[in-house]
């Protein structure tokens, strides 16, 4: 069964909002993370916007320089 695009978008923004506030906590910039992370600034703004679907590469290097386990990204309600 494949995934409704709808429900792919909203877990987007979900998981871009939950990136999003682990940065904030950790008093990073977008272009702090980018950084670490060799993207542009205007990747992390796209990813904490909900509007592109990332890799888990991707998921793995936002945790990494955010200091984070990988599975924290996911601690967003359904």
Same mark, same amino acid.
């Given at each position: 069964?494949? /995934? *409704? *695009?709808? /429900?792919?978008?909203?877990?987007?923004?979900?998981?871009?909002?939950?990136?999003?506030? /682990?940065? %904030? +906590?950790? %008093?990073?910039?977008?272009? +702090?993370? &980018?950084?670490?992370? +060799?993207?542009?600034?205007? @990747?992390?703004?796209?990813?904490? *916007?909900?509007? @592109? *679907?990332?890799?888990?590469? @991707?998921?793995?290097?936002? &945790?990494? &320089?955010?200091?984070?386990?990988?599975?924290?990204?996911?601690?967003?309600? +359904?």
């Amino acid at each position: 069964m494949s /995934i *409704n *695009n709808k /429900i792919l978008v909203a877990y987007q923004k979900k998981l871009g909002q939950r990136i999003k506030e /682990i940065r %904030e +906590d950790k %008093e990073l910039s977008q272009l +702090d993370v &980018a950084s670490v992370c +060799d993207y542009d600034k205007t @990747t992390i703004s796209r990813i904490e *916007n909900g509007r @592109t *679907n990332i890799t888990l590469k @991707t998921l793995l290097n936002l &945790a990494r &320089a955010m200091e984070v386990d990988i599975s924290q990204l996911f601690e967003f309600r +359904d």
